[in-house]
């Protein structure tokens, strides 16, 4: 139920169905109610017919006895037994009845009604019968006493009629209410339809399989969508003018560092050439450092960003091999499970050439790559059987406080950049020993969100039902 609530299909779907329910209760109740008084109605209209023709031929015989002349039309108070009585009787207790009461008497209670006042009993009958009586008193000419004149009748067949009508009702209006609930719950299948379909397209642009919303969708919706592709599109191009201005200034910087490089090369051994080389090289290694810490920033969390695992790390070591192809190194791959990370491909190609370049370089034989599944991501070791480097050293590197590389001068751009573009797109890098011998580099990378189809929202809307 806690899930059904927060869910804006299901709050309707409930409320709705509630709705109808509450309708087709009072509804019900109410025609009920109406069918029972008028179906009463008709029966007192009935017992007044005959009371009325009861008292026209009641009368004293010479004697100066209670006589009623004559049969009612109604063969029933003829019949013992037969749920149809009458009886008149005045203040002395004489007594006259119908043949249907045989030797029983109707009960009536201690009543003073005004003369030609109508009152109604229900009464206990033969054989246990449940009657309702009307009576009236009347002042026969002639007579001394106020006569008490009733008519009775048993209301079984009331009560049954009024069930068998109830029943019908019910029946009929469950029914509706189960016909009604299908045709609202597929009215709001269709009226959350859109935003079903809304909800697929965006995870299909997470994902990476789409680049904007398309599609046709209610007027209500429109401005959603137009407003969401503007979006989309407008972080398109803040990435794509990042990228070009960092390429344009990377080009711009880099040649002359090279030149200067070059230059400083020409000239004399001496300390202040090799102290503008080292310092060309540093601005050279913070320059590519401070790049790809914004070129990250720019595509992390970008929707659709994503790239797979096992392809770039087959690429950067085929690159790797031919590198140090010299060197005869022994490279071991393993890729546990297919995956994609939401990361750009030229990050992860340059947090995995770091990684590799700095082990290969320190090895002595063996370099080891795997990638595995786990649970906070998809974690990338590099391994190798160098001499590895101290802990206070990894720890300083993986907080922060070393940017650089195992090297003692060299030009790789080192451990603190891959540590920068991990931390870039949410994730981290651990550094530690290897069972090899040497460093273990190990990348933690978020992975790529899965895209929700329809099938998954048409399942929430049934069990909504």
Same mark, same amino acid.
């Given at each position: 139920?806690?899930?059904?609530?927060?869910?804006?299909?299901?709050?309707?779907?409930?409320?709705?169905?509630?709705?109808?329910?509450?309708?087709?209760?009072?509804?019900?109740?109410?025609?009920?109610?109406?069918?029972?008084?008028?179906?009463?109605?008709?029966?007192?209209?009935?017992?007044?017919?005959?009371?009325?023709?009861?008292?026209?031929?009641?009368?004293?015989?010479?004697?100066?006895?209670?006589?009623?002349?004559?049969?009612?039309?109604?063969?029933?108070?003829?019949?013992?037994?037969?749920?149809?009585?009458?009886?008149?009787?005045?203040?002395?207790?004489?007594?006259?009845?119908?043949?249907?009461?045989?030797?029983?008497?109707?009960?009536?209670?201690?009543?003073?009604?005004?003369?030609?006042?109508?009152?109604?009993?229900?009464?206990?009958?033969?054989?246990?019968? /449940?009657?309702? +009586?009307?009576?009236? *008193?009347?002042? #026969?000419?002639?007579?001394?006493?106020?006569? %008490? =004149? @009733?008519? $009775? !009748?048993?209301?079984?067949?009331?009560?049954?009629?009024?069930?068998?009508?109830?029943?019908?009702?019910?029946?009929?209006?469950?029914?509706?209410?189960?016909?009604?609930?299908?045709?609202?719950?597929?009215?709001?299948?269709?009226?959350?339809?859109?935003?079903?379909?809304?909800?697929?397209?965006?995870?299909?642009?997470?994902?990476?399989?789409?680049?904007?919303?398309?599609?046709?969708?209610?007027?209500?919706?429109?401005?959603?969508?137009?407003?969401?592709?503007?979006?989309?599109?407008?972080?398109?191009?803040?990435?794509?003018?990042?990228?070009?201005?960092?390429?344009?200034?990377?080009?711009?910087?880099?040649?002359?560092?090279?030149?200067?490089?070059?230059?400083?090369?020409?000239?004399?051994?001496?300390?202040?050439?090799?102290?503008? /080389?080292?310092? +060309?090289?540093?601005? *050279?290694?913070? #320059?590519?450092?401070?790049?790809?810490?914004? %070129? =990250? @920033?720019? $595509? !992390?969390?970008?929707?659709?960003?994503?790239?797979?695992?096992?392809?770039?790390?087959?690429?950067?070591?085929?690159?790797?091999?031919?590198?140090?192809?010299?060197?005869?190194?022994?490279?071991?791959?393993?890729?546990?499970?297919?995956?994609?990370?939401?990361?750009?491909?030229?990050?992860?190609?340059?947090?995995?050439?770091?990684?590799?370049?700095?082990?290969?370089?320190?090895?002595?034989?063996?370099?080891?790559?795997?990638?595995?599944?786990?649970?906070?991501?998809?974690?990338?070791?590099?391994?190798?059987?160098?001499?590895?480097?101290?802990?206070?050293?990894?720890?300083?590197?993986?907080?922060?406080?070393?940017?650089?590389?195992?090297?003692?001068?060299?030009?790789?751009?080192?451990?603190?950049?891959?540590?920068?573009?991990?931390?870039?797109?949410?994730?981290?890098?651990?550094?530690?020993?290897?069972?090899?011998?040497?460093?273990?580099?190990?990348?933690?990378?978020?992975?790529?969100?899965?895209?929700?189809?329809?099938?998954?929202?048409?399942?929430?809307?049934?069990?909504?039902?």
């Amino acid at each position: 139920m806690k899930e059904l609530m927060r869910s804006l299909r299901g709050r309707v779907l409930l409320s709705s169905l509630l709705v109808c329910a509450l309708t087709f209760a009072v509804t019900g109740a109410l025609l009920i109610h109406l069918i029972r008084g008028e179906f009463e109605r008709r029966f007192d209209a009935e017992l007044s017919a005959h009371l009325d023709q009861l008292l026209a031929r009641v009368g004293q015989d010479s004697t100066g006895s209670l006589v009623v002349a004559g049969s009612l039309s109604d063969p029933r108070f003829q019949r013992p037994y037969s749920r149809f009585y009458w009886q008149v009787e005045d203040q002395t207790g004489n007594r006259i009845r119908s043949r249907s009461l045989w030797d029983a008497v109707l009960p009536l209670p201690v009543d003073a009604p005004a003369d030609g006042e109508i009152h109604r009993h229900r009464l206990p009958g033969p054989d246990g019968q /449940r009657l309702v +009586a009307i009576e009236r *008193r009347v002042t #026969l000419p002639g007579y001394p006493q106020v006569v %008490r =004149a @009733a008519v $009775a !009748a048993d209301v079984v067949g009331l009560e049954d009629s009024i069930d068998s009508i109830s029943y019908i009702l019910i029946a009929t209006f469950a029914v509706l209410a189960i016909g009604l609930s299908f045709i609202v719950a597929g009215q709001v299948w269709m009226v959350f339809r859109p935003l079903a379909r809304l909800r697929a397209q965006v995870m299909a642009i997470r994902s990476g399989k789409s680049g904007r919303i398309d599609g046709a969708f209610p007027s209500e919706v429109t401005p959603l969508v137009e407003d969401l592709n503007a979006v989309l599109a407008h972080s398109r191009e803040v990435v794509t003018r990042g990228r070009v201005q960092a390429g344009n200034l990377a080009h711009g910087l880099k040649t002359p560092l090279a030149i200067l490089t070059n230059a400083v090369a020409a000239l004399d051994a001496g300390e202040a050439s090799e102290m503008i /080389r080292a310092q +060309a090289v540093a601005i *050279r290694r913070q #320059l590519d450092h401070a790049l790809s810490r914004t %070129r =990250a @920033a720019a $595509a !992390a969390g970008v929707p659709g960003v994503r790239c797979d695992v096992a392809d770039r790390v087959s690429n950067v070591v085929r690159a790797m091999e031919t590198l140090y192809r010299e060197r005869n190194l022994d490279f071991d791959v393993t890729l546990v499970t297919p995956v994609e990370v939401a990361i750009e491909i030229q990050d992860l190609d340059e947090m995995l050439g770091n990684l590799l370049d700095n082990a290969c370089r320190f090895a002595n034989r063996r370099v080891a790559v795997t990638a595995t599944l786990d649970e906070p991501g998809c974690k990338i070791t590099v391994e190798d059987d160098g001499r590895g480097i101290a802990p206070a050293m990894a720890q300083e590197i993986v907080e922060g406080g070393l940017p650089l590389d195992r090297s003692s001068g060299g030009a790789g751009l080192g451990l603190g950049i891959v540590r920068d573009l991990a931390r870039a797109y949410k994730g981290e890098l651990r550094l530690g020993h290897s069972g090899l011998g040497g460093l273990a580099a190990t990348l933690v990378l978020p992975i790529a969100s899965r895209a929700v189809g329809a099938p998954e929202d048409l399942a929430t809307v049934m069990r909504c039902l």
